[in-house]
């Protein structure tokens, strides 16, 4: 067995402590440490074939921080080196077109994402048969792109051949059947087709109950889905408990101060808002004003929805005066979140 060169060494000492740094959450230090692997492993004609991987750590990095701009030309230049690798047909192509294709996504390009999205399908298909479930996987990213685009009829579609490749693949009681039924409803919701999405949440939540447990964070998210399913409807009176419920999973399983408990005592306070309770309220949206400045930092856009939230409530009540003050820094908060970060 051949030792690897000194050039090779410093290559995986370079990513190694990339990685460990980015476990920290040191990213400008992980930036640092795959750059230079980088660099490392194209300087080195015997090193080519870990630049793809090299890239791929940098975009994965930037797309880690939503920095979308940044990780696209290392996202394209890895999909080229493996394609010059492998070939254009290889699976790992595929699945190189699919992340270029988030990032595409992620910027608005839905126009280029879409082609990127229908090449790795094919090759999928062809490479590993039509019933593989990174085929499925392809299918959903597709569904996705297509809800966004209001495409819901060809989303569907995608969604429900995902489904049934899964539910072939892996059986009917599967977290993966689950995930993509969540999706299927939430693709309903947005179409307003309110029943179906009642009933495809509840698939969805039964399966997620029966394979991860009651008091599972995913089965939390699919009762906080039917809630704001059936809070959207008038249903008031069904939603609250399931809210509730959801909120004692997350408290349970995340801890009182994450922001996935901040979301649930937001909506929360919208119910208690729309059934006259403002006390209540008041008391709901202030909770989550503190976890989510807390957690995510004052000036983020989940803290500028819980303002606007609580500046109705306080119109509500005839302060009018205080509300303007958390109007107008919701304003600010807008104001300055970049475009990329607003899309779906």
């Known amino acids: 067995m051949n030792r690897p060169s000194a050039r090779e060494r410093l290559w995986q000492r370079f990513s190694t402590a990339g990685d460990r740094a980015l476990d920290r959450g040191e990213l400008d230090d ?179 109950e029966k394979v991860l447990g009651p008091d599972h964070p995913d089965v939390a998210s699919d009762l906080a889905n039917l809630a704001r399913l059936l809070y959207l409807q008038g249903k008031l009176d069904r939603a609250e408990p399931l809210y509730r419920r959801a909120l004692k999973i997350r408290i349970k399983a995340l801890g009182a101060e994450h922001p996935d408990v901040a979301t649930c005592l937001n909506n929360l306070g919208l119910l208690s808002l729309l059934r006259g309770k403002y006390r209540q309220a008041d008391l709901h949206f202030r909770r989550s004003l503190k976890i989510l400045e807390k957690a995510l930092g004052p000036d983020h856009s989940s803290v500028a929805l819980t303002l606007e939230n609580y500046a109705a409530l306080l119109r509500k009540t005839g302060r009018d005066a205080e509300a303007e003050v958390y109007e107008a820094r919701a304003r600010d908060i807008e104001a300055a979140v970049p475009p990329e970060e607003l899309m779906p």
Do not use: C, M
Request: glycine share 4%; no cysteine; hydrophobic share 40%.
């Open 30 to 208: 992980a930036e640092r440490f795959y750059l230079a692997a980088l660099s490392a492993s194209e300087a080195t004609p015997s090193l080519q074939h870990y630049v793809s991987t090299s890239l791929l750590n940098v975009a994965q990095l930037y797309k880690s921080q939503q920095r979308w701009r940044d990780a696209e030309p290392f996202a394209r230049r890895a999909l080229e080196t493996k394609e010059g690798e492998l070939g254009v047909e290889h699976p790992d192509v595929a699945v190189d077109l699919n992340n270029l294709a988030v990032l595409f996504i992620r910027q608005g390009k839905y126009g280029e994402a879409e082609p990127l999205y229908q090449r790795s399908l094919e090759i999928l298909r062809e490479q590993l048969g039509d019933d593989h479930p990174h085929v499925a996987t392809t299918l959903s990213n597709l569904a996705a792109l297509y809800k966004v685009e209001r495409r819901f009829l060809e989303s569907e579609a995608h969604y429900k051949d995902a489904i049934a490749i899964q539910e072939r693949a892996f059986g009917r009681d599967n977290a993966e059947v689950a995930r993509s039924l969540y999706n299927l409803a939430g693709l309903y919701r947005a179409a307003r087709r309110y029943a179906d999405a009642e009933r495809a949440y509840l698939h969805s939540l039964e399966i997620q």
